[in-house]
């Protein structure tokens, strides 16, 4: 069993940055396929990046150029740094796993994960 805890959401104004950390249980998080998700009200969760176990990354459209995913094996943390925000990112954002991932092969699909942390609120006002 594999347990992700976001932090590092918040308020912040358009055009500002915020910085989403996904702290992940066990001993073998570097084999970890990772993903940030994220949901805003009354839509349906969407794919914002991801990270492989080779650090392959991968990223949605709409926060390419904007955002950057990392991951730290050393602290079993995984990263989402956000620029430029803009209100449209306003959502809970989720971070997944998947383990004995693809060293190569960033993941996107919500289905091809197994393990979900609770999210963290995200709010960028106008």
């Known amino acids: 069993q594999v347990q992700l805890v976001e932090s590092g959401g918040g308020l912040v104004q358009a055009g500002g940055s915020l910085r989403l950390s996904c702290a992940a249980s066990?001993?073998?998080?570097?084999?970890?396929?990772m993903g940030w998700f994220r949901q805003a009200p009354g839509k349906q969760r969407e794919y914002v990046a991801a990270v492989s176990s080779g650090a392959i990354t991968n990223y949605a459209d709409s926060v390419k150029g904007r955002f950057t995913i990392s991951r730290d094996n050393a602290k079993n943390t995984m990263y989402l740094q956000m620029n430029s925000l803009k209100p449209e990112d306003t959502a809970v954002y989720y971070c997944?796993?998947?383990?004995?991932?693809?060293?190569?092969?960033?993941?996107?699909?919500?289905?091809?994960?197994?393990?979900w942390g609770q999210g963290t609120q995200v709010t960028v006002s106008s």
């Open positions: 066990g001993r073998t998080f570097s084999t970890y396929a």
């Open positions: 997944a796993a998947r383990r004995r991932g693809s060293y190569y092969y960033p993941y996107a699909q919500m289905s091809e994960y197994e393990y």
